[in-house]
């Protein structure tokens, strides 16, 4: 009995690594520009996706967005629309394909893909005036994606 038990906890610590490695960027399946599979298995992080969006350094959502959670964040952009009720117009599969990739959404969006690696017309090695080499990621990792939609989800009217 006392190895069944210690086969069936061994199964479940593969089955949860299992399910919890990262969707690769590649691997995404959108519906109609929602993705309803969280991209790392694991719950995002509210108050780190709130970083994220006001870091101008890392996503750099505020350069384009307003949100009045993050007043004291300087130099908020008009391009986009303000994030504010962000959790209240969109669902949150939707939040992660808008982030994710937001062009399958809004054809004709402005906003940078921030979870994919392929198809880009001329890719830049940072900020060198390069060409990409094969460390070509996305801009935030599939946890960061996870934690700005957690953030979002929590901007409510």
Not at 34 to 57: C, E, F, H, T, Y
Not at 59 to 72: E, I, K, P
Not at 95 to 123: C, H, Q
Not at 136 to 142: D, K, M, N, Q, T
Request: charged share 20%.
């Amino acid at each position: 009995m006392k190895s069944f038990v210690i086969s069936v906890a061994a199964v479940g610590c593969i089955a949860t690594a299992a399910f919890a490695a990262d969707i690769e960027p590649t691997a995404v399946s959108y519906e109609d520009g929602a993705v309803s599979q969280s991209l790392s298995g694991q719950p995002g992080d509210a108050a780190n996706g709130r970083l994220i969006v006001g870091d101008k350094g890392q996503g750099n959502c505020v350069a384009c967005h307003q949100v009045s959670d993050l007043a004291d964040v300087p130099f908020q952009g008009e391009i986009g629309p303000m994030l504010d009720g962000a959790g209240d117009r969109w669902t949150e599969a939707e939040l992660r394909g808008i982030v994710s990739n937001a062009k399958i959404m809004f054809e004709d969006s402005m906003m940078p893909a921030f979870y994919k690696t392929e198809g880009f017309i001329r890719p830049g090695n940072a900020y060198t005036g390069k060409a990409a080499d094969d460390t070509f990621g996305p801009l935030l990792s599939a946890q960061q994606i996870e934690d700005v939609v957690a953030y979002l989800t929590t901007l409510k009217d």
